[in-house]
């Protein structure tokens, strides 16, 4: 019994990490503009952040490509407009917004 509370603890620590990870993934889209070219569940002028999940679903290295993407910006993936870099942005910070990118289902 006192091993099942043990883990069910772990979890919601667990599980409470994982929120203000996403809510700070949020966050740092926001105040990083990435709200002026990206939606949710729609294209703006980039793709809906629920389309760039789903274009690299199953892709072991999407989380690294995505956060270079991020970095370095890019162009040609998704039409013609560019995607500016983001090179201010620290290693943690591109972490955590390319795996929050890639968490969002349509």
């Known amino acids: 019994m006192r091993n099942i509370f ?3 603890s ?6 409470a990490h994982a929120a203000t990870d ?8 926001k105040a990083n503009g990435c709200y002026s070219c990206h939606a ?7 793709p809906a952040f629920s ?3 789903e ?7 999407a989380a690294a490509t995505l956060a270079q993407s991020i ?9 013609r407009a560019a995607m500016p870099a983001h090179s ?3 290693a943690q910070d591109l972490k955590l917004l390319a795996g929050w990118v890639l968490s969002i289902k349509p």
């Not at 970095?71 to 039409?79: F, N």
């Open 6 to 8: 043990i883990l069910a």
């Open 10 to 15: 772990l979890w919601a620590a667990s599980a």
């Open 22 to 29: 996403l809510a700070a993934a949020a966050e740092i889209a």
């Open 40 to 46: 949710a569940a729609e294209k703006i002028v980039g």
């Open 51 to 53: 389309s760039v999940a």
């Open 55 to 61: 274009k690299y679903a199953g892709d072991n290295d």
């Open 71 to 79: 970095q370095m910006g890019s162009k040609g993936k998704w039409g």
């Open 88 to 90: 201010s942005l620290s």
